[in-house]
């Protein structure tokens, strides 16, 4: 039988198979039919977005009142496809429930919770996207679904979300019969929001089904038209709750923005490789240990052990407590699907940027182009029959090196005439006048034409350079 009437509810309590594949696509709000399509705006949309996702990952807010055994199948690896959008995230398309009901979820490693829009009610305020119809976004109707169950409050999968503390009210606490739900949660993510309650439904793929699956069923959002599939390191992650031993993507490039051109998401949980095993032709890092602070956000992250940056052969040299995370969370690096461009800390940003000017100052300097745009530096390179440009390089622990093409971290602006660096910073500092949270982030668009996989058995990050996807 399914759960009662979901948005009076809430306003009530706020008052085995070898792989699945995935399609994996560029995310959109915005399309080249959109009469507001200026090129200036929509990069500064995503520098701006950018840069709001970096503040809110540095300093997580989430809001999480503060008021338990999975069970998986024996599936080995699924594939999903994962298909770019111009809104600077790329999309993926899970199906839940009885029937199922299919919908598109932005592709997000910085955040755990996997939610949907919920119920024909679904209400989201400033979603007037150029290009979106608020009025048809995919939404979830749980009274649709014969196995959606509203998760109870002393049920250990509402731990998940708030932890171990979670009170709740009109329980008995020697009892174990209580009826009352698991508390509403309300999230942020940087320039949006999102709150709802928690299901338990069934995620379904061609030949799985992983029941039980704990989901956020979303009926009041900010600027979030789409729900948010978290592949984070939280328990209530993708990952975690199908149990994955590994899964990998190759982000096509952004010029696909909007098309139906997707690469997949492989989604791999245990037999379709030897414990220990190597991808050919990856190269591996670790993923550094995340730091031990209050806020627990920081242990859904994906901290890399970034060593040195490169601008052409020069090493940019970064203080080593901008690489590393301190004991406070500050510093350190990690990895972001749902950051479209690299986020790098003001004192990081400065040395690279300068030695970037430094490198290429036979070109002048667009210093008001910056200022439209939110990126820079950016150059004039008009009239020159080739241009030169410094080669940028992350080299990790264990010496693997990601050198990046061109076209991940530099972009033409609105001609031939002008090129832009792709990476944003800001002046913010934290409440206490210092450093907070990661220093660098690194973000999907200098991972496009990359094949990388997030080996979470065996707590590795591997990468290559991939044409993702043919013209």
């Not at 949980?269 to 806020?295: A, D, E, I």
């Not at 029959?385 to 390089?393: A, F, I, N």
Request: proline share 8%.
């Amino acid at each position: 039988m399914a759960s009662p009437p979901l948005f009076f509810f809430f306003l009530n309590f706020l008052s085995v198979v070898s792989a699945i594949k995935l399609p994996l696509s560029p995310f959109s709000h915005y399309t080249d039919q959109s009469p507001n399509n200026d090129p200036h705006l929509a990069l500064r949309r995503l520098a701006d977005s950018s840069i709001a996702r970096a503040q809110h990952l540095k300093q997580p807010t989430s809001i999480k009142p503060n008021e338990d055994s999975l069970f998986a199948s024996s599936a080995a690896a699924v594939k999903s496809p994962l298909t770019p959008k111009s809104y600077g995230g790329y999309s993926v398309s899970l199906s839940f429930g009885t029937p199922s009901q299919t919908i598109p979820f932005v592709f997000d490693t910085g955040s755990s919770l996997v939610w949907f829009p919920c119920t024909s009610r679904y209400l989201c305020s400033g979603c007037n996207f150029p290009g979106l119809d608020p009025t048809r976004i995919s939404k979830f109707v749980p009274k649709d679904s014969s196995s959606s169950r509203v998760i109870g409050c002393q049920n250990p999968k509402c731990k998940f979300l708030f932890g171990s503390n979670v009170k709740c009210r009109g329980c008995d606490p020697n009892t174990r019969n209580c009826t009352v739900a698991c508390p509403p949660y309300i999230l942020q993510y940087g320039i949006g929001s999102t709150a709802g309650i928690l299901l338990s439904e069934k995620l379904n793929f061609a030949d799985l089904t992983v029941p039980d699956f704990v989901i956020g069923c979303s009926i009041l959002s900010t600027r979030q038209p789409a729900g948010i599939a978290g592949f984070g390191r939280g328990p209530e992650s993708l990952p975690s709750q199908m149990n994955l031993k590994r899964f990998s993507h190759c982000l096509v490039s952004r010029r696909f923005d909007d098309t139906k051109l997707s690469t997949d998401l492989d989604l791999d949980n245990g037999s379709g490789h030897k414990t220990g095993s190597k991808t050919p032709g990856l190269s591996y890092t670790p993923f550094r240990n995340n730091p031990n602070v209050s806020n627990a956000a920081f242990l859904e992250y994906y901290y890399l052990n970034l060593r040195r940056i490169f601008v052409g052969s020069k090493r940019v040299k970064i203080p080593y407590k901008l690489l590393a995370p301190g004991p406070d969370g500050n510093g350190g690096s990690i990895l972001d699907s749902g950051s479209t461009f690299t986020f790098m800390e003001r004192p990081v940003f400065e040395l690279v940027a300068e030695e970037f000017a430094a490198q290429m100052s036979n070109y002048s300097r667009e210093k008001e182009l910056e200022k439209i745009t939110g990126l820079g530096p950016c150059f004039n390179i008009s009239g020159e029959g080739s241009v030169t440009v410094p080669e940028l390089t992350f080299q990790f622990k264990g010496g693997a090196k990601m050198e990046l093409p061109l076209s991940n971290y530099f972009t033409l602006v609105g001609s031939a005439d002008n090129v832009c660096l792709t990476v944003v910073s800001d002046n913010a500092v934290s409440t206490t006048g210092g450093r907070r949270g990661p220093a660098i982030i690194l973000g999907s668009f200098q991972q496009q034409n990359y094949l990388v996989e997030y080996d979470l058995e065996n707590d590795r990050f591997g990468f290559a350079r991939k044409k993702c996807s043919s013209p």
